[in-house]
């Protein structure tokens, strides 16, 4: 015997309702169910439970809301058709925020530097009168110019050197023949870190060897001149000496001009007295016109102490050798081509020569 066979199904019932709705449709539904039976299972232990009638809603006393209206005519009622607005803007990352924060920062410093460096000056009291800053040298002086006057070229040197390794000086003598291009009442030489005993310079015609009075001569450090200013004029196309009698320089350790190179050998110290002339370092060694283009012909003469092994080089060959008893040598080499001064070249020390034949018969000692 199934469970569901001891329980008997109870009759039908029907729901009778006099409830009055204000929606249409809760009224239609109520309708559609008034017949809809309805089963209550009936438990065997339990006794039957008594329905109560149905109950009547009363709606006298309550209140009674307007009808309702359809969703189509109701104006707070969203219609059919539903749209979604999006939201406006763009996401920022937080680094993207710190990267534009510094190059804001930065923008507006260029832009600050920009302005002060770009603001004009104060502008003067309209009394005041602004006027070009005064020449720091008077260009109506030969001296202040860079370059040498046109004045004048040098024809040929006689230079005498007399060094002295041990004292780590030298001194000598030079005579310059020149040629007067333009007329002149001064005379302008390179002279470098030299002492120059102003009595042992002379001015003087060669032909005559009358000399021309010296009203002046100083140093202009600036440029590197010798200055001599003339009591007359030297006149154009006329030949005239330039004499430098006693001059006086150091020998140091700096590869220009003429200096000192150390080395050793069994222990020893010793020194080569050399040059190095270029490009313009030739007025370290003696007053000349130390410029390229004033190309002249060259007499050396150089005097050093009487060692075992002593050795002069220079551009030429040597010519003769004066030994005195008093422990120097002078050694007289031949006349030089016309060249420039930087092309000089001395060398003093424990020296060999090796001397090559070139072809023609020419002989160069290296």
Known sequence: MSRNSSYPPPPPRTRSRQTTYDNPMMTNYAVQTEDIPRYVPHYASRPQQTHSPPTTISTVDAVVRPPSRPPSERSDYPSESIKFEENKGFFLSYWRAALIAIGVVLLLLLVGLLVGFLKPGPTPPSNVTVTGAPPTLDPSKSWNHLRLPDTMEPIEYDLHLRINVDAARFNGSVSMTVRIL???DEVL???MTLDVTQSSVSVAEKDSKRNVPITNQFVFELHNYYVIELGETLKSDESYVITFGDFTGRLLPDMTGLYLSPYRMAGQERFIVASFFEPSFARKAFPC??????????RV?????RYNRETVLFNTELES???ADTGWVTEIFKETQKMSTYLLGFALGDLQKLEVVRQGGHTVII
């Not at 016109?289 to 060259?298: I, N, Q, R, S």
């Not at 003469?301 to 102490?305: C, D, K, S, W």
């Open 182 to 184: 333009q007329d002149t």
């Open 189 to 191: 030489v390179h002279a």
């Open 301 to 305: 003469n150089i005097t050093h102490p």
């Open 289 to 298: 016109f130390d410029e390229p283009a004033l190309k002249a012909v060259f």
């Open 321 to 323: 050798t004066i030994d």
